[in-house]
């Protein structure tokens, strides 16, 4: 199967187009409530639940995983990494999103992670890979010790993409991803990135060998169709390769909203995470 980095219309469109079609902020007209709201959440979530936070995985400021051990440590554990197109956002703020994982008897972590222009993008996906190390290392003595499941959201499902691969993780959920990073060098995002072209063809899961772990993907029918493009595109690669995992369009959830499905106790994604695990 070809792949081709670019979308169609790329050519003929403007540096404001471009940038547009990747501006999932604007693209939802209420999603400085939502996130909000989803900040909001996150403090008396933490607040209750503050026996394992703050864990420095490596030196920088931002290095460290916020872990929610089940009462079982052979509970799986949902690690979810935080989007933001890599430079904006921060793990705390998304710890009440893991309330439907710790309902369903399962653990739940999340790492930080440097924000471009902070460091760059090779630099990012090391600091996911160092995370896991210390996870493997240091989670059983933290009460997690069961299967892992790596999701992430946005940006975060990118790095979902390059983790998979590690030995910690056994299945993966990338939600509203970007798997080809060729449109995002061409858009105002990239102003903080700086991506080479060298990390284009690295970074981009979809120019790399699959891993054939199963790999759930998701993004929103009300998404930009840049996003819901680069989901149906990264999910035929794979099945072409025959990886496991569906493909998951959460019916009438834009950028934003697509979270509730994880974050409810039998919400869409928070069940696949658990079909994952039986394949």
Same mark, same amino acid.
């Given at each position: ?58 030196? #920088?400021? *931002? ?15 949902? /690690?979810? @990494?935080? $989007?933001?197109?890599?430079? =904006?956002?921060? *793990? ?7 309330? #439907?994982?710790?309902? *369903? ?17 090779? +630099? ?21 010790? #069961?299967?892992? /499941? !790596? ?5 975060? $499902?990118?790095? /979902? $993409? ?9 299945? #993966?959920?990338? !939600? ?7 449109? !995002?060098?061409? +858009? ?28 759930? !993907?998701?993004?929103?029918? *009300? ?5 819901? =493009? ?7 690669? =794979? ?5 496991? $995992?569906?493909? @998951?369009? /959460? ?29």
């Amino acid at each position: 199967m070809n792949h081709h980095p670019l979308p169609d219309f790329w050519a003929a469109a403007s540096a404001a187009e471009r940038s547009a079609a990747y501006d999932n902020s604007k693209a939802v007209v209420d999603s400085p409530a939502l996130i909000a709201a989803r900040n909001a959440a996150a403090a008396p979530f933490r607040a209750a639940r503050s026996g394992h936070l703050d864990l420095a995985y490596g030196a #920088g400021q *931002r290095n460290a995983w916020d872990l929610f051990p089940a009462q079982d440590p052979a509970a799986p554990c949902l /690690v979810f @990494i935080h $989007g933001g197109y890599w430079q =904006r956002n921060r *793990r705390e703020d998304f710890c009440a999103l893991m309330a #439907g994982a710790l309902e *369903r008897g399962w653990s739940a972590a999340l790492p930080g992670y440097t924000l471009a222009p902070d460091a760059s993008l090779t +630099t990012i996906v090391d600091e996911i890979g160092a995370a896991l190390d210390w996870l493997q290392a240091h989670g059983p003595a933290h009460g997690i010790a #069961g299967k892992v /499941v !790596i999701a992430g959201w946005s940006a975060g $499902g990118h790095l /979902v $993409g390059m983790a998979l691969s590690h030995p910690l993780v056994t299945a #993966g959920l990338a !939600i509203s991803g970007i798997f080809e990073l060729a449109p !995002i060098r061409d +858009t105002e995002l990239n102003e903080k990135l700086s991506l080479t072209e060298a990390e284009l063809a690295a970074l981009s899961p979809m120019r790399l060998p699959i891993v054939p772990k199963p790999l759930a !993907i998701a993004y929103g029918s *009300r998404e930009l169709p840049e996003l819901r =493009r680069q989901s149906r595109g990264f999910h035929a690669l =794979r099945a072409a390769a025959h990886a496991p $995992g569906p493909l @998951i369009p /959460v019916v009438g959830a834009d950028h934003f909203r697509i979270l509730e499905a994880l974050q409810s106790p039998d919400g869409e994604l928070l069940r696949a995470c658990d079909d994952l695990l039986r394949h």
